[in-house]
């Protein structure tokens, strides 16, 4: 349950790409090829397009060539990966004037943009990464309906279940993230300890995970109803995968589509 009521779901994960054609050439190596692209965004400077993930979520996949964008900052600092994500909220006024009263928000302003009513809290101002508050609006992206059969038609994959990210102490950046965003707590949260992951869920059935580490958005874990399935296909494709810290998992590394990917059995029909 989220205590913050403007909150709705999270909405989306944006990526940031060297090359929109390499992008789509590695996501389809795991069946999570993107469609709908846009060619009039970003002024001009930007190729975009996305990948349904389930449960209301999509990664906006992203090349922006503009050197001055925020994109190609995450690019020149960090490398290909998860750049940012985005909440979406019913109240966009009033889940900035929340955040504002702790830290600053970009610019100092919403945008109104293709997509919708948008804001961004900075990686040092938030959790290690960029948070973007999105209220759409006539000519947003919304989620398709009827929704896609399935994520992959490769995989078994049933829905976005987490989002991993790093942080020093886990637990300080989750009570940071529920601070700014007003999201409720996870159940499990008061028995972690500093250092240990936290989760922090979000109304549309996943979560936003904290680990220790560096700080930043380093994977996706994806609900699948057969891993061991996907991992035989997998493998006949080539594609490298292994292991997963949990019994049963399957982690794809990094190097597959710029950041890791866990596959995970989902207990969720």
Same mark, same amino acid.
């Given at each position: 349950?989220?205590? =913050?009521?403007?909150?709705?779901? #999270? ?26 692209? %846009? ?8 190729? !975009? ?9 999509? #990664? ?29 909220? %019913?109240? *966009? ?6 955040? %504002? ?6 610019? !100092?302003? *919403?945008?109104?943009?293709?997509? =919708? ?20 609006? $006539? ?20 829905? +976005? ?7 020093? $102490? ?13 999201? =409720?707590?996870?159940?499990? &949260? ?29 994977? +996706? ?24 810290? &949990? ?20 207990? *969720?029909?």
């Amino acid at each position: 349950m989220t205590r =913050g009521h403007t909150i709705l779901r #999270l909405q989306h994960l944006g990526t940031a790409y060297r090359s929109h054609r390499s992008a789509s050439a590695r996501l389809a190596r795991l069946g999570l090829a993107p469609s709908e692209l %846009r060619t009039d965004q970003g002024r001009g400077f930007q190729l !975009d397009s996305r990948t349904l993930l389930g449960n209301e979520c999509w #990664l906006h996949v992203v090349h922006n060539w503009n050197p001055e964008a925020r994109v190609c900052r995450y690019l020149r600092e960090r490398g290909e990966g998860l750049e940012h994500i985005a909440i979406e909220t %019913r109240d *966009i006024q009033a889940a900035v004037a929340r955040v %504002r009263e702790m830290v600053p928000i970009f610019a !100092d302003r *919403i945008f109104h943009a293709a997509d =919708g009513f948008e804001a961004f809290v900075f990686p040092d101002h938030a959790c290690g990464f960029t948070v973007e508050l999105i209220q759409p609006h $006539d000519t947003s992206w919304n989620w398709p309906n009827p929704p896609p059969p399935r994520v992959s038609p490769m995989l078994a994959v049933r829905r +976005l279940a987490e989002v991993v990210a790093g942080a020093p $102490d886990p637990s300080e950046a989750a009570d940071r993230f529920q601070r700014l965003f007003g999201l =409720g707590r996870d159940e499990l &949260r008061s028995r972690h300890q500093p250092g240990r992951p936290v989760r922090i869920p979000f109304p549309n059935r996943c979560a936003l995970r904290f680990v220790q580490g560096e700080p930043g958005l380093r994977g +996706l874990v994806f609900g699948s109803a057969d891993p061991e399935g996907d991992r035989r296909a997998l493998t006949a494709s080539g594609v490298p995968n292994g292991a997963g810290s &949990r019994h049963g998992d399957v982690r794809i590394p990094k190097e597959v589509v710029g950041f890791e990917v866990v596959l995970r059995s989902d207990p *969720i029909a």
